[in-house]
């Protein structure tokens, strides 16, 4: 790990300071990574891993730390979820009105991780953690746009079997690592966010960018923003809501491919069916083409399926990967197909 220095913040305001006036002090100039040199600190379980990697060399960190007792609390309201970006993973899905009400946000967040990280990762680190794609997490890889920009792509013609086949592009094919990202998608989510600037808010759809020519940056998010609030309304679909995750093995892994399927049904019908997919695409993906074919009909297994075909049609699969096309929509047929059974 290379020498950094670090600082804590006991405000977001102070914490959004002190990045800002880090980047000035660097000349907002961005790293080999990509990256800007200086990051947030949160609940480190993604940061540190690449800091001891050495595919993220931050000069500066701003511990978000002391902020968890203001920024980490859970409110739950008839218009739906005020969630502090600072609530830890475990405290989120062990909340009885999301386990409840939210399903698919309580199973998108145990089936992420170990209770050990779910204990320590904090919702605002999780939804930005970055690709798994092991030619970026290995720096004795030259080849690879994300953390070396305009160096190539090593995916593109190498081992890509855990690649994505949606979004990618001729720079970059990585996979979009989380689950809750796709939870907050499919529900409409919305973020707080507190910058340089003032505060804004934006649709969690919003954040993600696919890589395009520029993979290395990965979001929306300007330089010294972070994410204070997540945002998720309520609505007939919530109740009747889950995420199925399809990983090489049962328990810790990252998603093969996945879906977040969230219904608001009647007498069987269709009235609006909102999907994210996982573990197949660049970004957390909505699928807004299954939607359309679902509404106003009845849900059966025909229908799901041409659905799930809809949301793959611009699949494009390389020479490991063309598994993806056929497990992610037989996971979006099954995650439909069980959702139309819940209670609402
Ligand atoms: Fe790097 Fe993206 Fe290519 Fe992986 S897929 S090697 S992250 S550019």
């Known amino acids: 790990m290379e020498p950094f220095t670090y600082e804590r913040a006991s405000t977001p305001e102070l914490a959004s300071g002190s ?3 880090a980047l000035a002090r660097m000349g907002n100039e961005r790293t080999v990574q990509g990256r800007w040199p200086a990051e947030y600190l949160a609940g480190g379980t ?7 990697l050495e595919v993220m060399r931050p000069r500066h960190l701003v511990d978000l730390g002391e902020l968890r007792e203001t920024h980490g609390s859970i409110k739950v309201g008839v ?10 993973m475990a405290q989120t899905a062990e909340h009885p009105d999301i386990a409840r009400n939210y399903p698919v946000i309580a199973q ?5 991780a170990s209770a050990q990280l779910r204990n320590m990762a904090t919702l605002g680190g999780n939804v930005l953690q970055r690709t798994r794609c092991n030619y970026f997490r290995d720096v004795s890889w030259q080849a690879c746009n994300k953390r070396n920009p305009g160096s190539g792509c090593a995916a593109l013609e190498g081992v890509n079997r855990l ?9 970059c094919i990585a996979t979009y690592p989380g689950d809750f990202a796709q939870a907050l998608t499919a529900l409409d989510a919305t973020i707080e966010v507190l910058g340089p600037n003032g505060t ?21 998010l300007a330089p010294g923003e972070v994410i204070t609030v997540f945002n998720v309304p309520a609505g007939p679909w919530t109740r009747r809501s889950l995420y199925l995750k399809i990983r090489d093995r049962q328990s810790y892994e990252f998603a093969l491919a996945s879906a977040a399927v969230a219904l608001d049904m009647a007498d069987g019908v269709v009235r609006g069916a909102r999907i994210a997919l996982g573990g197949v695409a660049t970004v957390p993906w909505r699928a807004r083409e299954s939607e359309a074919m679902l509404a106003g009909k009845s849900l059966d297994e025909q229908g799901a399926k041409a659905a799930a075909r809809a949301a793959f049609a611009d699949a494009k699969a390389r020479e490991h990967n063309a598994y993806k096309i056929a497990l992610g929509q037989e996971t979006l ?3 439909l197909l069980q959702a139309a059974t819940m209670e609402a």
């Open 79 to 88: 218009d739906g979820l005020k969630i502090g970006a600072l609530a830890t």
């Open 46 to 52: 993604t940061l540190i891993d690449l800091m001891k």
């Open 333 to 335: 047929v099954r995650a």
């Open 200 to 220: 804004r808010t934006m649709a969690f759809v919003d954040v993600h960018r696919m890589p395009g020519t520029t993979p290395n940056i990965e979001t929306n």
């Open 163 to 171: 690649h994505a086949v949606l979004g990618g592009s001729q720079d």
């Open 19 to 21: 990045l800002e006036s």
């Open 108 to 112: 998108s967040l145990v089936l992420a």
